[in-house]
């Protein structure tokens, strides 16, 4: 599958809010501008990613259990991720 330019802004804006949100700049939101977004899309990607990095540390933190079937989906998403990091030729965090 083959990502827009739009896509691929999206997707980098989304990786540095989860892993270093504290990292965040205004020419990030100015790049997501440059590629085609509005300042309502904008919003909704960080709002999507802030509500799934609660739900992941909600259930972390209370050594909530997930079933298999969300095991399996997040393993496919990880391969994924490593294989597009490979493509672009960066290295992945380690897995905790």
């Known amino acids: ?3 827009s330019a739009a896509e691929y802004a999206m997707l980098e804006f989304a990786e540095k809010l989860t892993l270093t ?3 965040m ?4 939101v100015r790049k997501l ?3 085609g977004w509005s300042d309502r899309d904008i919003l909704d990607i960080v709002q999507v990613c802030a509500y799934f990095n609660f739900r992941v540390r909600v259930v972390d933190g209370l ?3 997930v079933a298999d079937w969300q ?3 997040a393993r496919a998403g990880a391969e994924r991720a490593g294989k597009l990091a490979e493509e672009r030729g960066v290295e992945m965090p380690p897995d905790r």
């Not at 700049?25 to 990030?28: F, G, P």
Request: charged share 45%; glycine share 6%; aromatic share 0%.
């Open 25 to 28: 700049r205004e020419d990030d």
């Open 21 to 23: 949100p504290s990292a």
């Open 63 to 65: 050594g909530l259990e």
């Open 33 to 35: 501008r440059d590629a």
């Open 1 to 3: 599958m083959e990502l």
């Open 71 to 73: 095991l399996q989906r």
